[in-house]
């Protein structure tokens, strides 16, 4: 090999190595940031697949588009399946999933962050009578949530996070019919009951993050029995100037937070409830903002990194 065979392979080379740190996320400026554009395209990847209710095609394509999306990104991806019985219709749902990604598996304490990957079974809030029985693509309600935890499993591995994180999503939130209780939130419900009581430091939770108009009040139930974590989410949306959150109470939510403060675990629930097209066949991608889901992602970045 002669001496420009070298000198063109050692800046090959050179250039390779470039390149490789350029592409890792926010190296380019040397300070890691939450990429809304980023999450959007993740929000919608979700919707591609249509509907994710439990026992769908929709659902068993998302759980492998999951799957393989953390276990490039984090340690470690558990498949926590479990089963449960709708004893009104006589229905048996034997293959319902939460997927746990965990980053820095051994490391304490530990952070939660959360939400529910599944999508309603049925729109009974949409104005069309005859749409009411159809399942919703749930752009805001389920992928909005993922979507901004998708983005932040990119950024931990390039943070100074103090923590070791646990990613869940949780399966069949959204499945419940109004007025009973017993069959909403029933992942998180499977997946408190079984981890260690003291497990977690704190966690957070996201629900209907990612509206064009998104405003996100105080949720009542983590005000009163998680208020710590509340403040010290407000505050860091009030430093950073994020307009979206608003500093009062306005919302009592039963969402998958609940289970988690039923047993003393401090998981708040991030949420904007006054989203028009809540359990409609309107709650479509075009509904929904990079910007928003930035706005919540750069807090929650911010919160982890210090």
Same mark, same amino acid.
């Given at each position: 090999?002669?001496?420009?065979?070298?000198?063109?392979?050692?800046?090959?080379?050179?250039?390779?190595?470039?390149?490789?740190?350029?592409?890792?996320?926010?190296?380019?400026?040397?300070?890691?940031?939450?990429?809304?554009?980023?999450?959007?395209?993740?929000?919608?990847?979700?919707?591609?697949?249509?509907?994710?209710?439990?026992?769908?095609?929709?659902?068993?394509?998302?759980?492998?588009?999951?799957?393989?999306?953390?276990?490039?990104?984090?340690?470690?991806?558990?498949?926590?399946?479990?089963?449960?019985?709708?004893?009104?219709?006589?229905?048996?749902?034997?293959?319902?999933?939460?997927?746990?990604?965990?980053?820095?598996?051994?490391?304490?304490?530990?952070?939660?962050?959360?939400?529910?990957?599944?999508?309603?079974?049925?729109?009974?809030?949409?104005?069309?009578?005859?749409?009411?029985?159809?399942?919703?693509?749930?752009?805001?309600?389920?992928? @909005?949530?993922? $979507? *901004?935890?998708?983005? /932040?499993?990119? !950024? #931990?591995?390039?943070?100074?996070?103090?923590?070791?994180?646990?990613?869940?999503?949780?399966?069949?939130?959204?499945?419940?019919?109004?007025?009973?209780?017993?069959?909403?939130?029933?992942?998180?419900?499977?997946?408190?009951?079984?981890?260690?009581?003291?497990?977690?430091?704190?966690?957070?939770?996201?629900?209907?993050?990612?509206?064009?108009?998104?405003?996100?009040?105080?949720?009542?139930?983590?005000?009163?029995?998680?208020?710590?974590?509340?403040?010290?989410?407000?505050?860091?949306?009030?430093?950073?100037?994020?307009?979206?959150?608003?500093?009062?109470?306005?919302?009592?939510?039963?969402?998958?937070?609940?289970?988690?403060?039923?047993?003393?675990?401090?998981?708040?629930?991030?949420?904007?409830?006054?989203?028009?097209?809540?359990?409609?066949?309107?709650?479509?991608?075009?509904?929904?903002?990079?910007? @928003?889901?930035? $706005? *919540?992602?750069?807090? /929650?970045?911010? !919160? #982890?990194?210090?």
């Amino acid at each position: 090999m002669n001496y420009a065979s070298r000198s063109n392979l050692l800046v090959a080379a050179v250039l390779l190595i470039l390149f490789t740190v350029m592409s890792l996320p926010g190296c380019g400026s040397g300070k890691v940031t939450f990429d809304g554009d980023r999450a959007y395209v993740y929000l919608t990847e979700q919707c591609d697949f249509g509907p994710r209710n439990p026992g769908s095609d929709g659902a068993s394509k998302a759980l492998e588009y999951f799957k393989a999306f953390f276990e490039t990104r984090l340690d470690t991806v558990e498949l926590q399946n479990f089963e449960f019985t709708d004893t009104i219709s006589d229905t048996t749902f034997s293959d319902l999933t939460n997927i746990i990604a965990r980053f820095n598996p051994g490391r304490l304490p530990r952070v939660l962050l959360c939400a529910h990957w599944d999508t309603r079974p049925y729109a009974d809030m949409d104005p069309n009578v005859a749409l009411q029985n159809q399942p919703i693509l749930g752009a805001n309600d389920g992928a @909005s949530g993922c $979507a *901004v935890l998708m983005e /932040l499993a990119n !950024l #931990l591995p390039h943070i100074d996070c103090p923590y070791g994180v646990d990613i869940v999503l949780f399966d069949a939130e959204d499945y419940g019919e109004s007025g009973n209780l017993d069959y909403y939130c029933i992942g998180s419900k499977y997946y408190v009951e079984n981890i260690d009581q003291g497990h977690y430091a704190f966690g957070i939770l996201l629900d209907m993050v990612g509206a064009t108009d998104m405003r996100i009040y105080r949720e009542r139930y983590s005000h009163m029995y998680a208020k710590r974590i509340v403040d010290q989410v407000w505050s860091e949306a009030a430093e950073q100037g994020a307009s979206h959150f608003v500093d009062s109470i306005k919302h009592t939510v039963y969402d998958d937070h609940l289970p988690f403060l039923e047993k003393g675990i401090p998981v708040i629930d991030i949420i904007d409830f006054d989203y028009p097209s809540w359990h409609t066949q309107a709650d479509t991608p075009d509904k929904c903002s990079p910007s @928003s889901l930035a $706005a *919540v992602g750069k807090v /929650l970045l911010a !919160l #982890l990194s210090r």
